[in-house]
T-cell receptor, first 112, second 116 residues
Framework: QKEVEQNSGPLSVPEGAIASLNCTYS??????FFWYRQYSGKSPELIMS????GDKEDGRFTAQLNKASQYVSLLIRDSQPSDSATYLC????????????FGAGTQVVVTP | DTGVSQDPRHKITKRGQNVTFRCDPI?????LYWYRQTLGQGPEFLTY????????KSRLLSDRFSAERPKGSFSTLEIQRTEQGDSAMYLC??????????????FGPGTRLTVL
């Protein structure tokens, strides 16, 4: 069973600080990795995708990928109360035509 | 609004009844996915279409579940003889197969099913 693991949290972050979220995956040959944000009662919203080792920055978000360690992370800089949500890590399975395997999500709470 | 749409947004039904959900993908997207999400869990894959062809179906999907995408546009997901364990958020996502390895999936608002 291929797995995607995340700490469930909650991760409490002071406003203005950096939130660091981690995700590990078991499928060694996975190629595509995604971070989704999900507010309570809403559907997941794609915020970042990353395919190559290293860092990818988009605004206040930075995704980091290390395929050798099977590890992907998300940094949220200058955290705002509106960033309070559950962040889902998703991995595209290599033996599938696009099916995503999701972690259970990390709840982030940004405190003013 | 050019995003993924789903209908209905909420459905309450009694155990044993049949329900059907509809998903309209982003217009130029040829791939459509159905996922199910329960409280505290990430979305769980159910099935996938490329155009009108159903290419993959989860082993977890019982034969009470059926999905169609008859003209390669909208899709329907039907659950027959609903059980209380079917209560969940049913999510539809779509993506564009542009020939690139990676396909970003965009989700609709979901249909929340409650089986009494």
């Amino acid at each position: 069973q291929k797995e995607v693991e995340q700490n469930s949290g909650p991760l409490s972050v002071p406003e203005g600080a950096i939130a660091s979220l981690n995700c590990t995956y078991s499928d060694r040959v996975s190629q595509s990795f995604f971070w989704y944000r999900q507010y309570s009662g809403k559907s997941p919203e794609l915020i970042m995708s990353i395919y190559s080792n290293g860092d990818k920055e988009d605004g206040r978000f930075t995704a980091q990928l290390n395929k050798a360690s099977q590890y992907v992370s998300l940094l949220i800089r200058d955290s705002q109360p509106s960033d309070s949500a559950t962040y889902l890590c998703a991995v595209r399975e290599t033996d599938s035509w696009g099916k995503l395997q999701f972690g259970a999500g990390t709840q982030v709470v940004v405190t003013p | 609004d050019t995003g993924v749409s789903q209908d209905p947004r909420h459905k309450i039904t009694k155990r044993g009844q049949n329900v059907t959900f509809r998903c309209d993908p982003i217009s130029e997207h040829n791939r459509l996915y159905w996922y199910r999400q329960t409280l505290g869990q990430g979305p769980e894959f159910l099935t996938y279409f490329q155009n009108e062809a159903q290419l993959e179906k989860s082993r977890l999907l019982s034969d009470r579940f059926s999905a169609e995408r008859p003209k390669g546009s909208f899709s329907t997901l039907e659950i027959q003889r609903t059980e209380q364990g079917d209560s969940a958020m049913y999510l539809c996502a779509s993506s564009l197969n542009s020939g690139v390895l990676h396909n970003e999936q965009f989700f609709g608002p979901g249909t929340r099913l409650t089986v009494l």
